[in-house]
């Protein structure tokens, strides 16, 4: 132990201490889960604290399986969750298709950066509450108007990472590819684009991240169906258990989106890491 500590050449991966947080924690992490899941049984079960703020597991699996059949607020558990699927993709898929090409000219054109990085960088700290009255008197009430505002909310953090993933490309990599014949488009789509995709892919799971949490907000407006509306018509009338059974299900959405994104990310952008 004490050679190795000591030892003059640098460790490797894969020996003694191996690369910063290298290893699997997945172990760690059901572990924790069910620590957490105990601890909720045990302090709910033994009254410690009231059903009212913290209902049992047990109410909660009850509830769900209730709202899953008979339905809550005129519309079963599938409708709410197709509701607010549709909504959260819609908005995450427009600005995919928006905000990537837009953060990627900003990061190798002054001339995009200067038109779009001051309105993004400035509605961006906003929180979704603070701009949904004007999207309400621009667009009314409809259902195009909680998609923008979702959409609104994932946009800025994707044109951020993907203008970061840009800028953070290694010139040498760009000079050798001119340096080869290179065309500019060659270089953007070739160099550029495969370089910044880890970044890209970061921005795109902290944007869903954040659609998921504004879509509450995006229906808190003349909304009849979608979890955000579910859990807020289920606290007017105190029904805590509704509440958290629609937290559970909104958060195993999204965790499930992330590891989706992860899997693609592993598999498209193989050398992250190891480059």
Same mark, same amino acid.
């Given at each position: 132990?004490?050679?190795?500590?000591?030892?003059?050449?640098?460790?490797?991966?894969g020996?003694h201490?191996?690369?910063?947080?290298?290893?699997?924690?997945?172990?760690?992490a059901?572990?924790?889960?069910?620590?957490?899941?105990l601890?909720?049984?045990?302090?709910?079960?033994a009254?410690?604290?009231?059903p009212?703020?913290?209902?049992?597991?047990?109410?909660?699996?009850?509830?769900?399986?209730?709202?899953?059949?008979?339905g809550?607020a005129?519309?079963?558990?599938?409708?709410?969750?197709?509701?607010?699927l549709?909504?959260? %993709?819609?908005?995450?898929?427009?600005?995919?298709?928006t905000?990537?090409?837009?953060?990627?000219?900003?990061?190798?054109?002054?001339?995009?950066?200067?038109?779009?990085?001051?309105?993004?960088?400035?509605?961006?700290?906003?929180?979704?509450?603070?701009?949904?009255p004007?999207?309400?008197?621009?667009?009314?009430?409809?259902?195009?108007?909680?998609?923008?505002?979702?959409?609104l909310?994932?946009?800025a953090? %994707?044109a951020?990472?993907?203008?970061?993933?840009v800028?953070?490309?290694?010139?040498?990599?760009?000079?050798a590819?001119?340096? %080869?014949?290179a065309?500019?488009?060659?270089?953007?789509?070739?160099?550029?684009?495969?370089?910044?995709?880890?970044?890209?892919?970061?921005?795109?799971?902290?944007?869903?991240?954040v659609g998921?949490?504004t879509?509450?907000a995006?229906?808190?407006?003349?909304?009849?169906?979608?979890?955000?509306?579910?859990?807020?018509?289920?606290?007017?009338?105190?029904?805590?258990?509704?509440?958290?059974?629609g937290i559970?299900v909104?958060?195993?959405?999204?965790?499930?989106?992330d590891?989706?994104?992860?899997?693609?990310?592993?598999?498209l952008?193989?050398?992250?890491?190891?480059?």
């Amino acid at each position: 132990m004490k050679t190795r500590l000591f030892a003059k050449r640098s460790v490797r991966p894969g020996e003694h201490f191996g690369a910063p947080g290298q290893g699997s924690a997945a172990g760690i992490a059901s572990a924790t889960v069910a620590a957490l899941l105990l601890l909720w049984f045990l302090v709910s079960n033994a009254g410690w604290v009231k059903p009212l703020f913290l209902p049992t597991p047990q109410a909660v699996i009850e509830k769900f399986l209730l709202v899953a059949t008979e339905g809550f607020a005129g519309a079963t558990l599938l409708e709410h969750t197709l509701t607010s699927l549709s909504r959260v %993709m819609g908005a995450f898929a427009l600005a995919c298709v928006t905000a990537i090409p837009i953060g990627v000219m900003m990061g190798v054109s002054r001339v995009a950066r200067g038109l779009f990085d001051p309105p993004i960088e400035f509605y961006r700290p906003l929180p979704p509450l603070a701009y949904l009255p004007m999207v309400i008197i621009w667009f009314g009430i409809g259902e195009f108007s909680k998609v923008y505002l979702i959409f609104l909310a994932i946009f800025a953090p %994707m044109a951020i990472a993907a203008r970061s993933g840009v800028r953070s490309v290694s010139i040498e990599q760009i000079h050798a590819a001119y340096s %080869m014949g290179a065309t500019r488009l060659q270089v953007i789509r070739h160099v550029i684009l495969k370089s910044a995709l880890p970044e890209i892919f970061t921005g795109m799971r902290i944007g869903i991240g954040v659609g998921w949490t504004t879509l509450v907000a995006g229906e808190m407006v003349a909304s009849t169906r979608g979890l955000g509306f579910m859990v807020l018509n289920a606290a007017e009338f105190l029904a805590s258990d509704v509440v958290i059974m629609g937290i559970i299900v909104i958060g195993l959405f999204a965790f499930a989106f992330d590891l989706m994104m992860r899997h693609f990310e592993k598999v498209l952008v193989p050398w992250k890491g190891k480059v």
